[in-house]
């Protein structure tokens, strides 16, 4: 007797995990079926949309001024890359979601600066490299030139003093056949400033102002003063 309902109770069992386990395979399959008919969520998709959701968690810290969700930032060869809604685009160095320490930003202009930022500023030392191929190289001071740098364009070379993004106080001018222009720069205009060239008398000029400052020094011939005993 007790030997019966022993097996009648296992075979049971042996129904309830048969069941269990048929059950468990027509919902996979159904699954799979309801995948493979919507394209939108088949397997690649499902991948694709948890890696960038794995790529979105790991940089939400890195989420620059936590405030613009259009700003998008990669690691690349463990390197951060950070694009901006302008269209700016950073390499480098981050801390705290700002940049920080050494990098390059690829201007939306298609300018460039390579070199050193503080609290997401230009900093230190780098250079600028305008569109044009022009470039600054030498000291930055909260996102400006500041300090002594060199300028150089197609024209002429200018190593001298800038102060809040502008020449100034005292530089020079280094001009094709070995010709110099030493300055003095006050608020963008050259108060003074003497031409020299080799076998040449020097020559002056006074009060020009640098707006326009490659047509100027491309013309600065004409600015001469020849008589200054009334300077």
Not at 66 to 81: A, C, H, R, S, W
Not at 105 to 114: A, L, P, Q, T, V
Not at 183 to 212: A, F, H, P, Q
Request: glycine share 8%; aromatic share 14%; net charge positive.
């Amino acid at each position: 007797m007790y030997i019966t309902t022993s097996v009648k109770l296992l075979t049971i069992l042996k129904l309830i995990i048969f069941i269990i386990i048929v059950a468990f395979i027509y919902i996979k399959i159904k699954e799979i079926k309801k995948y493979g008919l919507n394209k939108s969520k088949n397997i690649n998709y499902l991948l694709k949309r948890n890696t960038k959701t794995l790529i979105k968690n790991k940089y939400s810290k890195f989420n620059i001024h936590n405030k613009d969700e259009n700003i998008k930032v990669y690691n690349f060869n463990g390197e951060d890359t950070v694009r901006y809604p302008n269209g700016d685009i950073y390499k480098g160095q981050i801390k705290n979601g700002l940049r920080e320490g050494l990098g390059t930003c690829y201007f939306y202009n298609k300018d460039m600066y390579e070199g050193i930022w503080k609290n997401d500023k230009m900093e230190c030392v780098g250079k600028y490299v305008f569109a044009d191929k022009s470039f600054y190289s030498g000291d930055f001071k909260n996102g400006c030139k500041e300090g002594i740098g060199v300028y150089q364009c197609s024209d002429y070379k200018y190593i001298g003093q800038y102060y809040a993004d502008r020449k100034g106080r005292v530089g020079t001018f280094h001009l094709p056949n070995d010709e110099y222009l030493k300055v003095i720069i006050e608020n963008g205009t050259i108060v003074e400033g003497t031409y020299l060239r080799d076998g040449k008398k020097e020559e002056y000029i006074y009060n020009i102002d640098l707006d326009n400052e490659r047509e100027v020094i491309k013309n600065i011939k004409s600015y001469f003063i020849k008589d200054v005993s009334n300077i």
